[in-house]
């Protein structure tokens, strides 16, 4: 490959951020789902699934399950496999997914819904998360954030603008759903009744009268027990990182370079006019104009629109939006030629006829370069370093393709070396200490190169590169008994203890159903008994943790029943002392909390209602063959 070449490939990798947005919706526009796909083109392969005149790649489906498999290897450890996570049930759950955001997409595209470039841009750019201190886009910070949750960048863009474009084609059937007010209190009183309770502690490591285990007896518990007494595979790796931080504050910024980049990024600064809007939604004109006149007449919004259409004022609300985001065009001119508190004529659009209302107007403000010029600085160097990484990553591999190890090629160009003595696939050491500053992705290719082996050239996403070498493999290994005969010894013991707490509280269990009081039982094991504060079903409100299944069966006991439960270390004996009603009436903000819970409930299941009714009206396909050939 010519170096003019390989540079505009890193380049496309490594963009601005506002040249990527482009970049990753012209790859969408073509059907290119996956990053793979465009790094490195493969031939076509059946579809995975077909949703009206839509499929589902096989690169696709293997992309985002792969990413599931990421995010759950930071869990449970860099061996964890995609035939695991099909045995789980999690592929199954992400082709569902996807069939779902395609019949979604389907029928967004029947009523002509689009998501424009810029709003995914503004969006993106006004989320929280990926914001500096001074409220400003953070390149670095955003690449960041999605890398921890296990997605590249075009992977994001991809979701993201999927969601907007589902959120606008759903937006007409799920706002204004709430639950009834009986059932919210119903729910409420349900969840927020109060239990107290009377309990024992037995601590398992109180029972005595053990008898000490035989060295046959502890042989068997270590070979029985094989998996709690088995070191892991641990490898010995020399690791060197190229990270855009490690060069970022070498780069000079001029003051030039700085008002430039607050002129072309100034829309990011301006926060748009919002408006609280509230609308009547109509099924036919006749109804719309008898609305609009008797508001015009004098009449109260919320009012009318019960009298006409029998919604409830919860319904009216469609919230404080942008001009933006306002899904439909002839919507957002209405509303944003309102001024406060005046209503539009009747308003047609392809879900009914609408009456709006603004209620309020928040004007557009704009951030001046003095706020936010540290911010741009930062910005710019970050841009900057791209081409510094860009031509150390150059320098380096040719070191490599010199013959130079990566050790050599490290050194000749000063970049730090990392030894790693040993490493898990959890990311830990042998003292069972977690390695700090390893991205996930260094494990997961560490335990994918094979021993003496370097690795390839891999990417952080866009802050950098790593390479290592693999030095050494230690297998999984059974432990000597000889050099855990004490933790074994232990272990065995605890076990014994634990299964003799069982059967005791067993049968004071037993005997809690007659005569004997749990301060009788209480006295005769020689502890105390102890009240909780007063906590409901969760569990919120215990000072002390309490084992679940204690909690639960508290909650189902009759009188005084008793109910018995285990943790690790102790086996407890509980009653209920007192039971409190719960008040919705007296907890405005509990209850408003819960019906905003419901309210959600109910929009996710009409949600997959209507998706089960597209299935029905553009039909799905799904190809078992091609989804067993793309894991």
Same mark, same amino acid.
């Given at each position: 490959?010519?170096?003019? %070449?390989? *540079? ?45 005149? +839509? ?6 489906? $293997? ?20 035939? $695991?996570? *099909? +045995? ?111 309990? =024992? ?6 029972? *005595? ?13 270590? %070979? ?28 000079? =910024? ?32 006749? *109804? ?58 009747? =308003? ?79 990311? =830990? ?113 215990? %000072? ?21 439960? +285990? ?65």
């Amino acid at each position: 490959m010519s170096d003019t %070449k390989k *540079k505009k490939t890193f380049r496309e990798a490594i963009l601005g951020w506002g040249a990527k947005i482009l970049l990753a919706l012209l790859i969408l526009s073509f059907g290119v789902w996956g990053i793979g796909d465009y790094v490195a083109p493969q031939q076509d392969a059946a579809a995975v699934a077909t949703i009206g005149e +839509s499929e589902i790649s096989g690169q696709e489906f $293997q992309s985002e399950v792969q990413q599931q498999v990421n995010r759950l290897q930071g869990i449970f450890g860099a061996n964890f496999t995609i035939q $695991q996570a *099909k +045995s789980m049930g999690i592929t199954q759950n992400v082709l569902q997914s996807l069939i779902q955001r395609n019949l979604f997409a389907e029928g967004a595209k029947s009523m002509g819904l689009l998501v424009s470039n810029d709003l995914v841009t503004r969006e993106i750019r006004d989320d929280q998360r990926f914001k500096a201190q001074s409220g400003i886009f953070d390149r670095l910070r955003f690449t960041e954030t999605i890398q921890r949750a296990g997605l590249s960048e075009l992977s994001y863009i991809t979701l993201f603008r999927g969601q907007l474009l589902q959120n606008q084609y759903l937006s007409g059937i799920t706002n204004g759903q709430t639950a009834p007010r009986s059932l919210t209190e119903s729910v409420y009183r349900y969840r927020n009744e109060k239990r107290s309770a009377n309990y =024992v502690e037995i601590k398992h490591n109180t029972i *005595k009268n053990i008898p000490a285990a035989s060295e046959e007896t502890l042989k068997k518990y270590h %070979k029985d027990n094989a998996a709690r007494f088995t070191a892991p595979e641990y490898r010995a790796i020399t690791l060197v990182q190229l990270q855009i931080k490690d060069i970022v504050d070498e780069i000079d =910024v001029s003051e030039e370079q700085i008002k430039e980049s607050y002129d072309d990024r100034i829309n990011e600064f301006k926060t748009p006019e919002t408006r609280k809007i509230q609308q009547i939604l109509l099924s036919d004109e006749a *109804k719309a104009k008898q609305a609009y006149e008797k508001i015009t007449a004098g009449g109260d919004f919320a009012k009318v629109a019960k009298e006409v259409a029998n919604l409830d004022a919860a319904t009216l609300e469609l919230g404080t939006m942008t001009r933006a985001q306002l899904p439909i065009k002839e919507l957002s001119d209405a509303a944003f030629k309102l001024v406060a508190n005046t209503v539009s004529t009747p =308003v047609k659009s392809p879900l009914g006829w609408h009456i709006l209302r603004v209620t309020e107007i928040k004007a557009a403000t704009q951030k001046m370069l003095a706020e936010v010029r540290g911010d741009l600085k930062k910005a710019i160097a970050a841009e900057k370093a791209v081409d510094g990484l860009y031509n150390l990553s150059n320098k380096f591999e040719d070191e490599l393709g010199g013959g130079a190890s990566i050790v050599e090629a490290a050194k000749r160009l000063n970049f730090k070396v990392r030894k790693i003595a040993a490493l898990s696939g959890a990311g =830990v050491d042998k003292t069972g200490k977690k390695i700090t500053d390893l991205n996930p992705n260094i494990v997961q290719v560490a335990f994918g190169t094979e021993q003496d082996q370097d690795s390839a050239l891999t990417d952080f996403g866009d802050s950098g590169y790593f390479i290592l070498h693999v030095d050494g493999v230690t297998a999984p290994a059974l432990k000597p008994i000889n050099t855990v005969r004490a933790d074994v010894r232990a272990a065995w013991k605890a076990e014994q203890q634990a299964n003799a707490a069982d059967k005791k509280v067993k049968a004071l269990t037993d005997r809690l159903k007659g005569s004997p009081t749990l301060a009788e039982i209480a006295k005769e094991l020689k502890v105390k008994v102890k009240t909780t504060a007063e906590f409901i079903r969760s569990g919120n409100g215990l %000072k002390v943790q309490l084992p679940g299944e204690l909690v639960s069966g508290l909650f189902k006991a009759k009188g005084k029943e008793a109910v018995s439960a +285990s943790s690790q270390t102790s086996h407890f004996i509980a009653q209920v002392k007192d039971i409190k009603a719960a008040n919705p009436i007296a907890d405005k903000k509990g209850l408003d909390a819960l019906a905003s819970q419901l309210k959600g409930n109910i929009s996710n299941d009409i949600s997959t209602q209507f998706a089960n009714a597209l299935r029905t009206r553009l039909g799905v396909t799904i190809n078992r063959a091609a989804v067993d050939s793309a894991l």
